[in-house]
């Protein structure tokens, strides 16, 4: 689907069309389009959480306007690359399969003139190489040196890799470096987070390496390049466009690829002699050689990349957001019966109208964000400490379950009081039998229900008969001694069961929610 959200967001920024087209895979007629259409019926960024990209493709294009026709069909370029490639293979053979294909869809064909010259124009396209210049402060590029360093062990002399982020400001070349255990996706997100406080600024766009830390492979294609969704948010978060290069395509990201040699060479191979013991003691010494390199005039400028930097760029580039980005992580849950998901052997509640159905869950060290259908129906502060903690929002819960809230060990106490001696030194072990008081709150409420149904005298009864089994009888123990003489002569339930309340039913069908 197209990317309605970014390319407004994109657009905000003040991105040219064109730019927009490449960091969302669409065409910039595609681009012209939307904006023109979101001007029309004012819709501009900021947008509303609620407003995913399928929501917006509804309002700018409505399901009951009609598609705009073309007259013809334009052939599948890609195609038609790859396949001139092959021997034998020529534009006349692929003119004829392109139309019989245009004539089994109903679909008007080019003439053979009109498709050779398409193919002509873009292969042109593809051949010129066009250098551009770029301004000052409107463009970073990244890239993982191709060369490693080495760690030793102090203690057990095992050599450990090192790889070595690059990023390269596109105008004044300055750059930053540094060491990292491995190329991972926190890392990589890491190594942006500290190359911006670097900088102490943030550029319109990034051009980073087409590596899986940065693209999801199995949702792009040859026409559309899908971020990674933590990627995605990192660049949401410092507000800036990112274009992933093309696979084998130094040309999309000349000065980081020069700069990586450079690098090698002035870093790197300077360092090639040392020893180093800790990343630490790595990442000091190259920040020491990174330092002289920025420093260093360039040969035929007079000028180095900081002066250039600090003079015409810095000035130019966005502030910092507040805080710097979170790294999260993303696991999909699905909502169990009692309304909560479980996160690292913790519980989380969302509304009880999900139940049963499949949630995407954003993890941070702070919080636990869920999402279905990308809108986020719930947010937890997360918990650390002993497993098994919940936690539980009211409005999350049954109207029924909710009663729950309205008791605590002292009102379970007082109704006990309230039956009997015999019932309330039942309750009091049952609400001392566990870690928490808390967790016994469910059986002291089904006592509850027990002397609605039998009446609280045969509950006192009970009650006693139990304690001279044992001194700390449990709720399981009373029902089934009140269902053993249930058919005894004079022991019917004195309370109606037309009138009993209902109890815990689970299930999002009872409560009217969702279904699977």
């Known amino acids: 689907m197209t990317k309605y959200r970014e390319i407004l967001r994109l657009s905000n920024l003040g991105l040219s ?19 023109k259409k979101a001007k029309e019926l004012d819709i501009s960024w900021p947008l509303d959480t609620n407003d995913t990209d399928e929501v917006l493709a509804e309002k700018l294009f409505p399901a009951t306007s009609k598609p705009v026709a073309s007259n013809k069909r334009m052939p599948d370029f890609a195609y038609i690359r790859k396949e001139l490639l092959r021997n034998g293979v020529s534009k006349k053979l692929l003119w004829t399969e392109y139309m019989e294909d245009c004539r089994a869809n109903g679909e008007e064909p080019l003439m053979y003139s009109q498709f ?40 057990t002399g095992e050599i450990t890799d090192a790889w070595i982020f690059v990023g390269v400001m596109t105008y004044s070349q300055y750059a930053f470096v540094k060491a990292y255990m491995d190329e991972k996706t926190n890392n990589w997100i890491k190594a942006h987070v500290q190359m911006f406080d670097f900088f102490g600024g943030v550029t319109p766009m990034l051009v980073s390496d087409n590596c899986t830390t940065a693209v999801n492979h199995k949702k792009s294609d040859w026409y559309n390049t899908a971020l990674n969704t933590t990627y995605h948010e990192m660049a949401e978060h410092y507000n800036l466009a990112i274009l992933p290069a093309r696979i084998r395509k130094p040309k999309d990201k000349p000065n980081v690829e020069g700069s990586v040699g450079k690098i090698s060479t002035w870093i790197t191979a300077a360092l090639r002699n040392e020893q180093f013991f800790s990343l630490a003691e790595l990442n000091a010494s190259i920040r020491e050689k990174l330092d002289a390199y920025n420093a260093r005039k360039f040969q035929k400028k007079e000028c180095s990349r900081l002066s250039l930097f600090l003079g015409e760029e810095m000035p130019l580039l966005a502030p910092l957001p507040a805080t710097p980005f979170e790294l999260a992580e993303w696991k999909q849950a699905t909502v169990q019966f009692n309304y909560h998901i479980a996160v690292d052997r913790m519980f989380y509640s969302v509304p009880y109208q999900y139940i049963k159905n499949k949630v995407d869950v954003r993890i941070t060290d702070t919080t636990v964000e869920i999402f279905y259908n990308h809108n986020r129906i719930a947010s937890h502060r997360r918990l650390y400490g002993r497993s098994g903690q919940y936690s539980t929002v009211t409005e999350h819960m049954p109207q029924e ?14 109704w006990a009081d309230s039956i009997g001696i015999n019932t309330s030194k039942v309750v009091d072990a ?42 700390k009888p449990s709720y399981k123990s009373i029902k089934n001694l009140l269902a053993a003489v249930k058919n005894v002569p004079g022991t019917e339930p004195e309370a109606s069961q037309a009138e009993k309340p209902h109890g815990i039913t689970r299930g999002a069908r009872y409560y009217g929610g969702k279904q699977s």
Request: aromatic share 6%.
């Open 17 to 35: 069309q064109q730019n927009i087209a490449d960091s969302c895979g669409v065409s910039k007629k595609t681009v012209n389009r939307v904006l």
């Open 430 to 471: 049952i609400l001392t039998s566990g870690r928490i008081e808390q967790q016994s709150y469910r059986s002291c409420m089904g006592l509850l229900k027990l002397a609605e149904k039998y009446s609280p005298g045969k509950l006192e009864q009970v009650c006693a008969k139990a304690l001279s089994y044992s001194g």
């Open 116 to 155: 050779c010259y398409h193919i002509q124009q873009d292969e042109q396209k593809h051949r010129a190489t066009m250098h551009i210049n770029r301004k000052p402060g409107e463009q970073v590029e990244v890239d993982w040196a191709g060369d490693s360093a080495i760690i030793i062990d102090p203690d």
């Open 401 to 414: 379950h909710q009663k729950y809230l309205e008791w605590n060990g002292d009102r379970f106490r007082k």
